[in-house]
């Protein structure tokens, strides 16, 4: 099945897999959803590590952890404006609308959307319960006094300072080797829900994979949402093998 020529639709073994994703949905009282770079793709961003990814053209120890930072600032910079910059051609696509129709139907209260992408296509599609666990390219955090700015599609210089005290900026994004702020509350989202929806994401970074290991240990229904199996289908009573912005449509549909 081919992701983008549509013909994952009209496969007769995904109508079942479907309805029954449809069946936990009804039955949850409250639905946490953890979305990757994979929702974003549709929308022609990037991911990780699939072909063509962020990590094909750069190393995780060159761009993404503190010791890059601090070993050569400019090169994090240049990656990360390059991101900035792309984000100025996107927009949201269907399936980030299907997650916002979604909230709507449930309610704040019965609904948690916990993302690590840091590309703001969440907010910008009208989510709102949005926990962005990796932070967000819009955002950059001043490394002397700490000062966090939305700086939103700005172009930033190789090397930006803070108004306040020169020092300075970095992204406000969680890179490898640093803790994620608030997890224990993440935590929480996933241990209070009964149908935990995984979508776009390979499952292999912690602790956000390990989300989906919490919502199992309470009992909650996970269906996963992607183009190929991960170590989260393992976890899964439903794996909807789609492209998202496919797939997510449908399953508001018949909601
Ligand atoms: C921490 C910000 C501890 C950067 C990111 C050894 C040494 C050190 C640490 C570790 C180690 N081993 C393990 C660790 C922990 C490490 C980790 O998990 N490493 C992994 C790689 C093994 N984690 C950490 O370091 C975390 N911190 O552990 O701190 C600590 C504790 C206390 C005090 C101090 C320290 C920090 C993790 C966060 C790192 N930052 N992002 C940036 O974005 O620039 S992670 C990065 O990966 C992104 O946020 C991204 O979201 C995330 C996960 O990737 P995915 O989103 O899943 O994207 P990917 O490309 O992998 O997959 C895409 C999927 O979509 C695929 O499955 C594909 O099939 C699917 N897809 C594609 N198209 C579609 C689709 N699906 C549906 N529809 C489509 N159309
Ligand atoms: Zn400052």
């Known amino acids: 099945m081919n992701a ?3 013909s994952w639709s009209n496969h007769p073994k995904t109508d079942d897999t479907l309805r029954q994703a449809v069946e936990m949905l009804r039955q949850a009282e409250r639905v946490a959803v953890l979305t990757g770079a994979g929702i974003s793709a549709e929308s022609g961003l990037p991911t990780f590590r699939g072909a063509g990814g962020l990590w094909e053209g750069h190393r995780v120890e060159d761009v993404a952890t503190p010791m890059a930072f ?3 600032p400019s090169l994090v910079w240049r990656f990360y404006n390059a991101r900035r910059a792309g984000l100025r051609k996107v ?16 309610g704040g209260l019965r609904f948690t959307l916990i993302t690590q992408n ?3 296509l969440h ?3 009208g989510s709102k319960q949005v926990v962005e666990l990796h932070g967000s390219l819009a955002r950059v955090r001043c490394t002397g006094c700490w000062a966090i700015a939305d700086r939103g599609q700005e172009e930033l210089p190789e090397l930006p300072r803070c108004g306040q005290c020169g020092e300075l900026l970095r992204p406000d994004i969680v890179w490898f ?4 702020p608030g997890d224990v509350w993440n935590q929480a989202a996933a241990r209070a829900c009964q149908c935990f ?4 994401t390979s499952g292999i970074v912690y602790p956000a994979a390990g989300l989906v290991e919490l919502a199992r240990g309470v009992e909650a229904r996970v269906i996963e949402v992607n183009l190929e199996r ?4 393992d976890l899964a009573d439903v794996s909807l093998l789609g492209p998202s912005g496919h797939v997510l449509p449908r399953l508001l549909e018949q909601l």
Do not use: F, Y
């Open 197 to 200: 929806l995984v979508i776009g």
């Open 4 to 6: 983008n020529d549509g």
């Open 91 to 106: 927009q949201p696509n269907a399936g980030h609308h299907a997650l916002v129709k979604l909230e709507e139907r449930l």
């Open 177 to 180: 080797h640093e803790a994620l």
């Open 230 to 233: 991960t170590p989260a289908s």
């Open 70 to 72: 601090h070993r050569d």
């Open 123 to 125: 907010r910008a599609a």
């Open 118 to 120: 840091v590309d703001g």
